[in-house]
């Protein structure tokens, strides 16, 4: 049976990646219980690594805050600093604010792993030519990166 706890070390990691992204200060104003379960949590064959969720009305009276945000361990045991880092801060992108209501903020960008090394993020927008297979997207960028 899954075990969820709150976590300290979470609160802190999430108070140091809102810190260093200013475009999420609006989270400060949220109340947000941070977990750890020790659960393998898996969906459509994929591993899950966090999970944010919002409170719904009728359990704030059980769970007094607006959201939580679930850190699956036993999925990320093997994750560096940098790596816990980038998923906090991918979960608390999930938080949404719009004139005072707050929501669920869904991905930006749903599409397989391949096309996206292949062609680059937004291969889709009109402005952008076609990337030849030859020289992949991803690829561009980092060299570009590394000679920076």
């Not at 898996?42 to 966090?50: A, D, L, R, Y």
């Not at 919002?54 to 959201?67: G, L, M, S, T």
Request: proline share 5%; aromatic share 8%.
């Amino acid at each position: 049976m899954e075990q969820r706890k709150e976590s300290a070390e979470l609160k802190s990691l999430a108070r140091t990646v809102i810190e260093s992204n200013p475009d999420l200060s609006y989270i400060e104003d949220v109340t947000v219980i941070f977990l750890e379960s020790d659960k393998e949590k898996k969906s459509k064959g994929k591993t899950i690594f966090g999970e944010c969720e919002k409170v719904p009305d009728k359990y704030k009276w059980a769970i007094p805050a607006d959201f939580t945000i679930t850190i699956y361990t036993e999925n990320a045991a093997g994750f560096t600093e940098d790596q816990m880092k980038i998923l906090m801060e991918h979960e608390l992108r999930h938080i949404g604010e719009n004139d005072g209501k707050l929501f669920v903020n869904p991905h930006d960008i749903e599409d397989f792993e391949t096309i996206l090394k292949r062609y680059g993020m937004n291969w889709q927008k009109p402005e952008n030519k076609p990337i030849s297979k030859e020289e992949p997207a991803a690829d561009k960028v980092i060299q570009k990166r590394i000679k920076q």
